[in-house]
């Protein structure tokens, strides 16, 4: 368990205190900030930006997972950039969702394609197709499959309940899923599930 | 169980984050349902690709970790130096001009006397506009003429610097003065930290009649001074001046410049010091989180109105 600050630490040893609490996760940081912009220099400024918040947050830490609390600055922060300068949505409802995650469900690669296609152009595919989802959805995506936060974590980040993450999930993996295939079997790489 | 609820439980099964009951719920449903059994397939298919994916290129770069260090460092000290100023950019905030911000006089100069450091400033000043001037903001086509012209205009500004730092327009805190400036011209405008280094004021220049801004810097320890120099994204880097990593390096005598472009402005480091030394300066340079963000101030205030002595 993290020592909270001591309230009477003077700034030095505030700042060290911070320091070593929550620089150890700058790696996690930085890849939910990668995964949340798909762009390299955006994720650096956005987890300097996670960082500065924290520390000024920092007397009102109280404990508890810092990788969390840390992962839930970087979303508010996200959050607040992604408002000034998009008029697009955080979130879409599941209509949309239902639409556009039906198809796919019943390919998968062909064995042994998977790196042949990464070569072929995979790689940037996932990228446009993670890029392509709502910012929520991808920032689950993110915390589930690369960070292996557990639901109860992902919703206190998120601030939704779990259901929601698990909803989001799926129709997540069912979206990339979709958009995955499309691109495989237009490039021939793709087998019939049974076949 | 039928497929609907079945179907929300399979990434939990995935991602191990069911219990026991519903394991074994799903398991009885996935031997009975092959409609299930592909779709866990294909959701562990995607899983599999995409955290492949985010794994292989989301490192962090192995410098980040320092420079959130020295950005901490930075904030600590504006932070103890202005307790009672409101945060400031980084906090969500927007930016906030601390009250030490104060224009300065143009004129106070002719009733001072002149250190002999502010003569070697304006030297560099002149040397490092001179240089910047030979192309930066200028086509490869008009480059000679308007150089003249430009190092003419500069120079007799730089003039006063030279004669007396009170030719600077604004002088205080980093985030005052950046937010002076950024009221008189139509690009983003930064005073970055630099270790070892205090912002000293700053000033506009004109170059090829259009506006720039000059941040003026003097090293603690000796009293030299560089000058970071910001002007608009229009500007082509010169020809003559080689690449040197992301910058483009050039000088004169005892005068180097190091040019690059940063967040749709061009901006140039300028001093008395070798051209590796320089560039080493500008890599220090610790940015404000969100500086881009900030849009230029649509109506600039009146020069002058707000002046106020800089040193009394």
């Known amino acids: 368990m993290p020592t909270p600050p001591e309230t009477s630490a003077s700034e030095p040893d505030a700042r060290a205190g911070f320091e070593s609490l929550a620089l ?25 930006d996670t960082y500065l918040r924290a520390f000024q947050a920092y007397e009102g830490y109280r404990g508890g997972s810092a990788k969390v609390w840390l992962l839930t600055i970087l979303r508010n922060a996200f959050i607040d950039r992604y408002r000034r300068r998009r008029p697009e949505p955080l979130d879409i409802d599941d209509d949309a969702l239902t639409h ?12 042994g394609a998977e790196e042949q296609l990464m070569s072929a152009g995979l790689a940037e595919e996932v990228d446009r197709a993670l890029g392509a989802l709502p910012p929520e959805w991808r920032l689950v995506i993110v915390l589930a499959d690369l960070e292996n936060l557990s639901y109860s974590e992902i919703a206190a980040i998120t601030e939704t309940p ?34 | 169980m039928n497929h609907a609820s079945a179907s929300l439980l399979l990434d939990g099964l995935l991602d191990c984050a069911l219990s026991a009951a519903e394991r074994d719920a799903v398991a009885t449903h996935l031997a009975e349902c092959a409609i299930c059994r592909r779709q866990l397939a294909a959701a562990a298919h995607t899983r599999s690709i995409v955290r492949g994916r985010l794994e292989a290129t989301t490192a962090a770069p192995p410098e980040l970790a320092e420079r959130i260090r020295r950005q901490l ?88 610097f030279a004669r007396d730092d009170k030719a600077m327009e604004v002088e205080g805190e980093a985030d005052a ?80 410049v190091a040019m690059w472009r940063e967040a749709g402005v061009r901006m140039a480091i300028v001093g008395p010091l070798p051209e590796s030394v320089l560039v080493a300066l500008a890599d220090r340079l610790v940015f404000p989180v969100g500086w881009r963000d ?19």
Do not use: C
């Open chain 1, 24 to 48: 150890p996760y700058v790696d996690h940081v930085y890849r939910a900030a990668y995964g949340l912009t798909g762009n390299p220099a955006e994720a650096e400024d956005l987890t300097q």
């Open chain 1, 100 to 111: 556009a995650s039906a198809n796919g469900n019943d390919v998968l690669l062909a064995p």
């Open chain 1, 162 to 195: 779990v259901g929601t993450v698990m909803s989001r999930l799926h129709r997540s993996r069912k979206r990339l899923h979709g958009a995955l295939m499309d691109f495989a079997r237009l490039a021939g790489y793709t087998r019939t599930m049974g076949s």
């Open chain 2, 73 to 160: 460092a930075v904030h600590a000290r504006s932070t103890a130096a202005h307790p009672a100023a409101p945060a400031g950019r980084g906090t969500g905030d927007g930016p906030v001009a601390p009250p030490e911000a104060r224009e300065t006089s143009r004129w106070r100069w002719l009733r001072r006397p002149l250190p002999a450091y502010h003569a070697i400033g304006g030297a560099i000043a002149v040397g490092l506009l001179t240089v910047a001037a030979g192309g930066w903001w200028l086509t490869a086509a008009t480059a000679r003429r308007a150089a003249v012209e430009t190092v003419v205009g500069l120079s007799t500004q730089h003039h006063l």
């Open chain 2, 177 to 256: 003065v950046a937010a002076w400036l950024r009221a008189h011209v139509p690009f983003p405008v930064v005073a970055p930290a630099l270790p070892n280094y205090d912002v000293e004021g700053g000033r506009l220049v004109a170059v090829e009649g259009r506006l720039a801004a000059q941040v003026i810097y003097e090293e603690e320890a000796t009293g030299r001074y560089v000058s970071l120099v910001i002007g608009p994204a229009s500007a082509t880097v010169p020809d003559g001046l080689r690449p040197l990593g992301k910058y483009r390096v050039g000088g004169d005598r005892d005068l180097s």
């Open chain 2, 294 to 312: 900030v849009a230029p101030v649509e109506r600039a205030p009146e020069r002058g109105k707000e002046a106020a002595p800089r040193r009394e």
